[in-house]
């Protein structure tokens, strides 16, 4: 699968309207403008919500699991999933934020 997402200098919560004036390519999702992919945070919350995402295809998955692959490994992300179908289904990749103490 082809990757089609581009970093973006955006980081932080995005407002409505900075989300708009993202281009497609940021988004794990770019036909459907799902999950934006502009830091780590928002990398990880596309890979514990991967598996809540509705009106997508299974093409668009794959290619929304490899634009999330490409944002982690661009922003240091550690991923365990190999694939899409693993989401949901095993422990989602740690967010170093969660740690139990």
């Not at 089609?4 to 200098?9: A, E, G, H, I, L």
């Not at 900075?18 to 281009?23: A, F, G, I, M």
């Not at 890979?47 to 998955?61: I, M, P, S, Y």
């Not at 290619?63 to 694939?83: C, L, P, R, T, Y």
């Amino acid at each position: 699968m082809k990757v089609t997402w581009k970093p973006q200098t955006e980081h932080g919560a995005l407002s409505s309207k900075e989300k708009r004036d993202l281009p497609d390519t940021v988004y794990a999702f770019p036909d459907k403008r799902k999950e934006p992919l502009t830091d780590a945070r928002h990398v990880q919350n596309a890979l514990a919500r991967f598996d809540q995402v509705q009106g997508v295809t299974d093409n668009e998955r794959d290619q929304a699991f490899a634009n999330i692959k490409a944002a982690a490994k661009h922003f240091g992300v550690d991923m365990v999933e190999s694939n899409w179908r693993e989401l949901g289904k095993l422990p989602h990749t740690a967010n170093p934020a969660h740690k139990r103490g």
